[in-house]
């Protein structure tokens, strides 16, 4: 019996599968084990495995059981491991493209919610490595990536695989919180549900109802000169309100394409929503299924998608601003991503390219003087440490590189202490920076 793995390679994808290798460590230096790592002590030799990193990006067999090796020291400390591990060798085919992720979402929830698999209560992929894959599941993807490309479907081992019998027991469906209510009311996710489902028929006739009335802005009635910052809860709320940012800011990121296919696909969801922003309704609402109900709580003017058009939530509450920002800063740093340096560490990268940028005067004298500063080092790079400083000594050794940085007749020294880890968001801030300042 052939078995089937699902392996999310991400940034390692290009390197392992041009050497045709998994590579897992046995558990973290603090002894913690993750079952997505031992899971390569499972596989054997001719089993399938489907590659994920973006996508769906090919497909595998493993050549033979896994064997025991030591992890480099440098790699493992970087990644908090310890330096024994396993290493497994398959044989790789690849897609002619990368297959997006969201046409499965349906098949995920049906048939990949099993305990300890690859995938979550939305059916995105989790954060992991390799996972035990559902054989129905598997024979889903193994089939659409053949329609595409054809050359799998002739694999010996893919029509092996194909051709078994599969005798698997579907996981029960997987409650989620909004699906439990506490009193015979039906939770909030059911009833629009009920809603969209009863009101299909006019839905199209409501697109254009006069009903679908943007509600109006925390500051429609205030004077012009009032406008750049309001008051809430005794708080001071700068320059735009938390419907304006959605209406403006988030509006343009999705119409731009800046949000990915999955990320849109999750948005239609109040699991996500909640999580994500705090709000209790989904984001996005098929232009479809925008009820008279719904109507209040969404912007009147459609925001399109790929081609598809949506309706944008407006109810916000000047309590989610923090975790919108994050949102915002989070899809900005994607944007503001420079290809030519991912292959640079981060230290090398502040220590050569923004190092020889502050040299040649990119930045002026007053920024400078504010990146001796910790506050502005922390909000600009998302370090913990000033930038800068004009000397190093004994209480600042291990936190400055040695490397001199002469600046306008100054000599300074540049903070070391970049990582990267993306809950530190050092990186997309760096690379920020250096795009704004190197042209």
Known sequence: MIKSWFVSQGKTFETECKEGYLEAPRCRRDGAERSYWTNITKVNKGDLIIHYSGGLRGVSQAADKCYEITIPEETAKQNDWVTEGWKLHF??????????FS??????????????????????????????????????????????????????????????????????????????????????????????????????????????????SLTANLPERYKKQIIVDDKVIPKETVQELVDTKMRKYLEEEAVSEDEVYDMRFIDYSEKTFGIEVPLLLRAKALTYDDSPKYFSKPVTIRGSKYYLCSDWSEDQRDKLDVWLDKVEAVLNALPEYKD???????????????????????????????????????????????ERNQSNVANYFKLKVPIRGVTYYLCSQWFEQPKNNDRPLLEKWIKEHRD
């Open 91 to 100: 044989n790789y085919s690849t897609l002619k493209q990368i297959m997006k």
């Open 103 to 216: 046409p499965f979402k349906e098949d995920i929830l049906k048939y990949g919610r099993e305990d300890l698999s690859a995938f979550n209560i939305n059916g995105n992929v989790k954060q992991g490595y390799l996972f035990e894959l559902n054989p129905v599941l598997a024979n889903i993807f193994l089939n659409k990536m053949i329609e595409q490309t054809p050359e799998i479907g002739e694999l010996p081992f893919v029509q092996e695989f194909l051709n078994q019998e599969i005798d698997v027991e579907l996981p029960e469906p997987v409650e989620s919180k909004h699906q439990k209510s506490k009193s015979d009311k039906p939770p909030l996710k059911e009833k629009m549900t009920n809603q969209m489902l009863s009101n299909l028929e006019r839905l199209m006739a409501l697109h254009e109802s006069t009903h679908l009335v943007k509600p109006a």
């Open 344 to 390: 640079i560490r981060i230290r090398d990268l502040a220590k050569g390219v923004l190092r020889d940028l502050l040299m040649a005067g990119k930045a002026d004298e007053a920024e400078v003087d504010q990146m001796l500063t910790l506050d502005y080092s922390s909000d600009t790079f998302g370090i913990n440490y000033p930038l800068l400083v004009t």
